[in-house]
């Protein structure tokens, strides 16, 4: 018993894989029919702009001891904006998809500048940040959801190809690779497990941990803004309040998925994407289960809170094997 513990705690994919396996039994009990392949693929359908936004939240927690970033909602929303008014300008959806990634990057950047350059604390920087991009977004659209898509916009977010949803075919494998291969395969991964573990072991290192961090708040950035994009494409329109709450259901999953946000420089990408799973399908079964919206709320944030225990405990399980 003690051994399984151990090896649980060592890996935090088997655990969340454990944890999923227990989970699709209790929903199955709940209601019968969750468990069927149609049902399941469109629930993993939501969980694409979450595991995006999850992501990024993970790098800025990984690359921060105590880091956070509470605007990524914020950047959904003004993102949303900002592709509605762009193809309402421009009729041009290609060009419209590239100017609203590239906003996000540049939200993403002013987060970096002031955490990163001028050492704001992340949760107050973002804290501000949140209230401006969602000022802003409210502002320009006067709270009216923008209309208007082209058809072939569904095809993005509606429509599946192998019969694998588009988005996950298409956006969330490939930003899996690529994100798994920046993180564990190059310089910069390494920099910013180091940044987020020992800052000043880093800077003796000759690594300029300032770039680092408003490197990792610009993908975050664009991560969110890519998520917006998935949002309008499901939707059909491009609503000034899209991301709202989508920050905490973020930081949940990247919290669940071992990514440690009080050391900093701890946890591995891999738990995130389980995290996601897990995630989605709890909120999805539980809505088709007929649970009360208000239940489900709670639900997360108790599992936000066990999350974070849980992490300290499984560190300390594997500290204690280690020195035995």
């Known amino acids: 018993m003690k051994k399984m513990m151990v090896s649980l705690a060592k890996s935090r994919s088997r655990f969340l894989i454990l944890l999923l396996i227990i989970e699709l039994i209790i929903l199955t009990v709940l209601n019968p029919s969750f468990m069927n392949l149609k049902n399941l693929v469109e629930i993993l359908q939501f969980g694409a702009t979450l595991f995006l936004l999850a992501i990024g939240e993970s790098l800025v927690i990984l690359c921060i001891p105590g880091g956070i970033d509470i605007s990524i909602g914020s950047i959904v929303s003004l993102s949303c904006v900002t592709l509605g008014f762009m193809y309402r300008a421009t009729g041009s959806m290609l060009l419209s998809i590239i100017v609203t990634i590239a906003a996000g990057a540049a939200m993403g950047m002013i987060n970096g500048i002031l955490c990163g350059i001028f050492n704001m604390p992340s949760l107050i920087a973002t804290l501000g940040t949140q209230y401006v991009y969602a000022s802003l977004a409210l502002y320009i659209t006067n709270g009216v959801a923008i209309s208007?898509?082209?058809?072939?916009?569904?095809?993005?977010?509606?429509?599946?190809?192998?019969?694998?949803?588009?988005?996950?075919?298409?956006?969330?494998?490939?930003?899996?690779?690529?994100?798994?291969?920046?993180?564990?395969?190059?310089?910069?991964?390494?920099?910013?497990?180091?940044?987020?573990?020992?800052?000043?072991?880093?800077?003796?290192?000759?690594?300029?941990?300032?770039?680092?961090?408003?490197?990792?708040?610009?993908?975050?950035?664009?991560?969110?803004?890519?998520?917006?994009?998935?949002?309008?494409?499901?939707?059909?329109?491009?609503?000034?309040?899209?991301?709202?709450?989508?920050?905490?259901?973020?930081?949940?999953?990247?919290?669940l998925g071992g990514i440690n946000a009080v050391a900093g420089g701890r946890g591995h990408l891999s738990g995130v994407i389980v995290g996601t799973i897990i995630i989605t399908m709890l909120n999805s079964g539980l809505q088709i289960a007929g649970i009360n919206s208000i239940w489900i709320l709670a639900i997360t944030g108790l599992i936000l809170i066990i999350s974070i225990v849980m992490n300290s405990a499984m560190e300390k399980v594997v500290t204690k094997a280690s020195r035995t």
């Not at 395969?185 to 408003?214: P, Q, S």
């Not at 991301?243 to 973020?250: L, V």
Request: charge should be positive; charged fraction near 10%.
């Open 148 to 255: 208007g898509f082209p058809d072939s916009f569904q095809w993005l977010s509606l429509q599946q190809t192998f019969g694998i949803p588009n988005q996950i075919l298409f956006v969330v494998f490939p930003v899996v690779i690529l994100m798994l291969f920046i993180v564990y395969r190059t310089k910069f991964g390494r920099e910013l497990y180091l940044t987020g573990d020992n800052a000043l072991a880093a800077r003796f290192a000759a690594i300029h941990t300032k770039r680092v961090i408003l490197f990792v708040f610009i993908l975050a950035g664009m991560l969110s803004a890519i998520g917006a994009i998935i949002n309008c494409s499901w939707l059909m329109t491009a609503r000034a309040d899209a991301g709202s709450g989508m920050e905490m259901n973020a930081i949940t999953v990247a919290m």
